[in-house]
Nanobody, 116 residues
């Protein structure tokens, strides 16, 4: 099982970035997908979650209205569209798959750096 996150980079405040998470070796459409970020010196926090069929999403208050999570089960992929990025969005972004009764799997992380 492998989750590959990509799309990070360095951007200016106000710009947009789209992260992609591709899953291998698991029944993707059976899993919730979270995007979790970790800022330097801080604990990981969930920023967005999408249900297995994409019918339900949840966001951290800090990103509501700016970030959108989506998925394409036919491609075993999930996405995080990040708009109006702020310096406080800087961190390593991980995708995580989970479901009751199934192992939790993490991707390797992709770095997003937002400068003012």
């Amino acid at each position: 099982v492998q989750l590959q996150a990509s799309g990070g980079g360095s951007v200016q405040a106000g710009e947009s970035r789209r992260l992609t998470c591709v899953a291998y070796g698991l029944l993707f459409e059976d899993r919730y997908i979270d995007w979790v970020r970790q800022a330097p010196g801080q604990q990981r926090e969930m920023v967005a979650r999408i249900s297995p069929r994409g019918s339900s999403t949840n966001y951290a208050d800090s990103v509501k209205g700016r970030f959108t999570i989506s998925r394409d089960n036919s491609k075993s992929s999930a996405y995080l569209q990040m708009n109006n990025l702020k310096p406080e969005d800087t961190g390593t972004y991980y995708c995580k798959s989970h479901q009751v009764g199934r192992p939790i799997n993490w991707g390797q992380g992709t770095q997003v750096t937002v400068s003012s």
